[in-house]
């Protein structure tokens, strides 16, 4: 867990000993995303929803194809016990929902910096 890739590596296994440390990497993994997002941001807008969107239709595509590769069903009852360490531990099945989070504290900043500007200078 040192360098944050055990969520990775073993690629369709588990070694570890404490088996929620994937949660870890995959948070250590996405706070390097979010500078370069906020960075991409603070610059225009437009490339940041561009970054967005490609970032999730990159982990969309990615989860589908791993989904049917391995044949993973939608169904409790009748998951592989592989499903947890091929999919479920991995960035790409958990980035759509921080990039959620991204956009949500981004449109706040915008809105309460644009509403601050709206209202002129204190005086």
């Known amino acids: 867990a040192l360098i944050f890739v055990n969520n990775l590596i073993p690629w369709g296994g588990r070694d570890s000993c404490m088996q929620w440390t994937w949660y870890l990497a995959c948070d250590v993994q996405f706070f390097i995303l979010v500078p370069i997002l906020v960075a991409i941001y603070y610059h225009g807008r437009r490339n940041f929803w561009i970054s967005i969107c490609l970032l999730w239709f990159l982990s969309t595509l990615i989860s589908i194809i791993v989904i049917v ?55």
């Open 69 to 123: 590769r391995n044949d993973f069903s939608a169904s409790y009852f009748t998951y592989k016990d592989t499903y947890w360490s091929i999919f479920y531990e991995k960035p790409w099945a958990r980035l759509p929902a921080y990039l959620v989070g991204i956009i949500s504290g981004c449109s706040y900043y915008s809105y309460k910096h644009e509403q601050l500007m709206a209202q002129g200078p204190i005086k």
